[in-house]
T-cell receptor
Framework: ETGVTQSPTHLIKTRGQQVTLRCSSQSGHNTVSWYQQALGQGPQFIFQYYREEENGRGNFPPRFSGLQFPNYSSELNVNALELDDSALYLC?????????????FGPGTRLTVL | AQSVTQPDIHITVSEGASLELRCNYSYGATPYLFWYVQSPGQGLQLLLKYFSGDTLVQGIKGFEAEFKRSQSSFNLRKPSVHWSDAAEYFCAVGDKGSQGNLIFGKGTKLSVKP
C-alpha cells in the first residue's frame, strides 16, 4: 500500500505567475483535501474533492482551484500568485468524505513566491 | 465560531521526563479529535484520534490522549519523552457537518533536552 505522494517537493515562482501542484491519494481512498500551511501556523483548509466533485471549500479566493481525476489523484491550481501564497501545501486523502474518516497527509509541496 | 487552541507555542522537556501538550476546542456538535505530529519540512503524521467510546485513547509512539467534554479538552500525554519526539504537534477537530475539513490549532513545538 502506497501512501499519499505530492509533487513537486519544492517550487519557486514569481508574483503573477500560475502554479499547479499534484497529489496522488492513498490506495483505496476516494477523497482528497488540500491545506495551506503558512510558516509558524497550523494547516488551513482550502477545499476537498470527493469522487471528482468539490465537496467543500474554505475561505480562499477563486484563484485557488482544483481538480480530481477518475483515479482520485488531484491537482491544486493557483493563479495570479501573491507573496502571501508562499507556504507548504499539504494534500490529504481519506476513504470517504468525513470526518469521521481519517485524513492521511502527504509530505507537502513548499511553494516560494518571489 | 469553531476553533482549536493550543496554549503553549513552545515546550522544552528533558529526555525521560513526562509530557503533556494542551488542546482546547470550541465546537457545537460532537467533535472528532485528532493529534498529528510534524517533523521539520515534513507532512503530518497521525498520532491518534478520538471519535467516540473510551475517552482515553492510545496512539503510536507511546502517546495517549484524554477527551474531557466538560473541559472541552483533548490533551496529549507521554510518560517518558525520547529525543526523537522533538517535533511540532498539532491538535485538530472536525465533525460530520464540516464537509470534511479539519480545523487545526497553531501547533506546539516540542524541544527535548539531553
Amino acid at each position: 500500500e502506497t501512501g499519499v505522494t505530492q509533487s513537486p517537493t519544492h517550487l519557486i515562482k514569481t508574483r503573477g505567475q500560475q502554479v499547479t501542484l499534484r497529489c496522488s491519494s492513498q490506495s483505496g481512498h476516494n477523497t482528497v483535501s488540500w491545506y495551506q500551511q503558512a510558516l509558524g501556523q497550523g494547516p488551513q483548509f482550502i477545499f476537498q474533492y470527493y469522487r471528482e466533485e468539490e465537496n467543500g471549500r474554505g475561505n480562499f479566493p477563486p484563484r485557488f482551484s482544483g481538480l480530481q481525476f477518475p483515479n482520485y489523484s488531484s491537482e491544486l491550481n493557483v493563479n495570479a500568485l501573491e507573496l502571501d501564497d508562499s507556504a507548504l501545501y499539504l494534500c490529504a486523502s481519506s476513504e470517504d468524505r468525513g470526518p469521521p474518516d481519517t485524513q492521511y497527509f502527504g509530505p507537502g509541496t513548499r511553494l516560494t513566491v518571489l | 465560531a469553531q476553533s482549536v487552541t493550543q496554549p503553549d507555542i513552545h515546550i522544552t522537556v528533558s529526555e525521560g521526563a513526562s509530557l503533556e501538550l494542551r488542546c482546547n476546542y470550541s465546537y457545537g456538535a460532537t467533535p472528532y479529535l485528532f493529534w498529528y505530529v510534524q517533523s521539520p519540512g515534513q507532512g503530518l503524521q497521525l498520532l491518534l484520534k478520538y471519535f467516540s467510546g473510551d475517552t482515553l485513547v492510545q496512539g503510536i509512539k507511546g502517546f495517549e490522549a484524554e477527551f474531557k467534554r466538560s473541559q472541552s479538552s483533548f490533551n496529549l500525554r507521554k510518560p517518558s519523552v525520547h529525543w526523537s519526539d522533538a517535533a511540532e504537534y498539532f491538535c485538530a477537530v472536525g465533525d460530520k457537518g464540516s464537509q470534511g475539513n479539519l480545523i487545526f490549532g497553531k501547533g506546539t513545538k516540542l524541544s527535548v533536552k539531553p
